[in-house]
């Protein structure tokens, strides 16, 4: 079975605290995906990477950013957090091609207060 | 740009009665789709997808789909639901292999 694990279920930070969200797959997978989920927006695409040391900016990546240092683990960071982060952040990893579907991590839920 | 709508934003069902989620997509090219559902506090689980050939796909938990290309629509249904169902659903289009579009979900409630 596929594996897509994050670091956290639940974390709770202050604002301007810098925030790391990990994520590990184990299927060796090239893509790999940040969203945020929030009532009633649906998910929407922080960032992605198609392969180790690559990222593309997905829909809203203002106060993010990323990194892959291998192909396993794809971090998203916060650099100084704001309550307006305050969100449920899945992950999710995916084979190359258009028929792969994407997997998912269980999510963390971020409040930053 | 590649856009999903899911029309309903919360619908509620009684167990045992059937169900039709509906999803539309904008695209440009043959579209792949796909169809999951989140449980509360879990990640999402794919439950079936289409690329090609049948039109009705089957997939997993007794929910079936159908792609009807003259509609750009790819609804979800299921004849009989049970209240393990109450979740909930994002219809998802592939952005040409990029990533994908995700609908804005419906929440389905399931009355006893």
């Known amino acids: 079975d596929v594996k897509v694990t994050q670091s956290s279920r639940y974390l709770v930070k202050r604002t301007g605290e810098k925030v790391f969200l990990e994520c590990v797959q184990d299927?060796?997978?090239?893509?790999m995906f940040w969203y945020r989920q929030d009532p009633g927006l649906g998910l929407r695409l922080i960032y992605f990477s198609y392969d180790v040391k690559m990222k593309e900016k997905g829909d809203i990546p203002e106060g993010y950013s990323v990194s892959r240092e291998k192909k396993e683990r794809f971090s998203l960071i916060l650099e100084s957090a704001s309550t307006n982060q305050t969100s449920m952040y899945l992950c999710?990893?995916?084979?190359?091609?258009?028929?792969?579907?994407?997997?998912f991590g269980p999510g963390t839920r971020l409040t930053v207060t | 740009a590649q856009s999903v709508t899911q029309p309903d934003i919360h619908i509620t069902v009684s167990e045992g009665a059937s169900l039709e989620l509906r999803c539309n997509y904008s695209?440009?090219?043959?579209?792949?789709l796909f169809w999951y559902v989140q449980s509360p506090g879990q990640g999402l689980q794919l439950l079936l997808k289409?690329?090609?050939?049948?039109?009705l796909v089957q997939g997993i938990k007794g929910f079936e789909a159908e792609f009807k290309r003259s509609q750009s629509s790819f609804n979800l249904r299921k004849p009989s639901v049970h209240w393990s169902d109450a979740a909930e659903y994002f219809c998802?289009?592939?952005?040409?292999?990029?990533?994908?579009?995700f609908g804005p979900g419906t929440r389905l409630s399931v009355l006893p």
């Open positions: 289409y690329f090609s050939g049948d039109t």
């Open positions: 695209y440009g090219a043959t579209p792949y």
């Open positions: 999710a990893s995916k084979a190359q091609g258009r028929s792969y579907e994407q997997y």
């Open positions: 998802a289009v592939d952005n040409y292999g990029q990533n994908f579009v």
């Open positions: 299927m060796d997978h090239e893509n």
